[in-house]
């Protein structure tokens, strides 16, 4: 019996469901401590404490920290740079930035441009207007539209592992507000849990895949759920024909490419007619 199965069968027993859970939080919170105690050791990297890697980046560890970020940077700079755009004197924001792991990459990547970084995460943009201060401009957004720039701001947004995680309503709220605040003919470049993501589906979220085209798995919430974060920050699964057909309905898809993102997240590239 594979892991999806187990879960969605524990998950209709929910004395088990709920053992699991907090045994799964018990061992998260003494990684944890060992991760804090190490970076207590030596605070003055540049890196976030542990909690806010974790939150973005699912590790604990701070060398694969750097390496995804250094990664994303450059899919995100190649992209622009695919898309037409001379990455000059451009006004970007990292939108859902958390403490700058693409940003403060990246910025080192383009220079000669503006970085805004917005997230709903006021631990993590703290932190970040301390220590990338020099970098970029940060702000706390709210859960839901809109944010506090100005109509037509940004020459790209980009939103890594955003739309991955929230409901449909959710989604579209935030498409129409990032079409607003680009500038005509400006990029969001971001990405979708796709084909590439689907092993942990279970055989209902596949089926209704391939009905609908969208999933949203709610899976933990509450007090056992690690990251902290609120329970509408969930996983969402997305096929490319509902991502071209629907997303389209607020800004045109330029790009889609499948496992774009470290041949597992998709990349999706829009771009404001
Ligand atoms: C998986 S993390 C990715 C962070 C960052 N993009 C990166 O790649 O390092 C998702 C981020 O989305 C943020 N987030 C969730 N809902 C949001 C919202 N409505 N507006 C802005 N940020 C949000 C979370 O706080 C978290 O920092």
Redesign the pocket.
């Known amino acids: 019996m594979d892991r999806s199965t187990l879960v969605a069968l524990a998950k209709r027993i929910p004395p088990l469901y709920w053992t699991a859970g907090a045994v799964r939080y018990a061992q998260f919170r003494s990684r944890l401590k060992v991760a804090e105690n190490a970076y207590r050791l030596n605070p003055d990297r540049p890196l976030p404490p542990p909690m806010l890697r974790y939150?973005?980046?699912?590790a604990l560890d701070e060398a694969s920290y750097l390496e995804a970020?250094a990664y994303?940077a450059d899919v995100i700079a190649d992209n622009a740079r695919a898309a037409g755009l001379v990455p000059e004197g451009l006004r970007i924001l990292?939108?859902?930035?958390?403490p700058g792991?693409?940003l403060s990459q990246l910025a080192r990547r383009l220079p000669g441009n503006r970085f805004d970084g917005?997230?709903?995460?006021a631990e993590?943009i703290g932190w970040a207007r301390e220590h990338l201060g020099n970098v970029g401009t940060f702000s706390v957004?709210r859960?839901?539209p809109p944010t506090g720039y100005a109509d037509g701001s940004f020459d790209v947004v980009y939103?890594?592992?955003?739309f991955?995680?929230?409901d449909k309503d959710?989604q579209f709220q935030?498409l129409r507000e990032i079409k607003r605040i680009l500038k005509p003919g400006g990029l969001l470049i971001t990405t979708t849990h796709g084909k590439r993501c689907l092993d942990t589906c279970t055989p209902a979220e596949l089926d209704e895949l391939a009905v609908n085209g969208f999933v949203f798995r709610v899976d933990h919430t509450g007090r056992f759920k690690v990251d902290g974060?609120?329970d509408?920050?969930q996983t969402t699964f997305h096929t490319e024909e509902y991502v071209r057909n629907r997303w389209a309905e607020v800004m045109p898809v330029e790009r889609f490419v499948e496992g774009g993102v470290n041949n597992h997240q998709d990349l999706v590239v829009l771009r404001k007619a």
Do not use: Q
Request: charged content about 20%.
């Open positions: 939150r973005v980046h699912r970020g994303v990292d939108f859902a930035s958390g792991r693409v917005s997230d709903i995460d993590a957004n859960p839901n939103s890594v592992s955003l991955t995680h929230l959710f935030w974060l609120p509408f920050y």
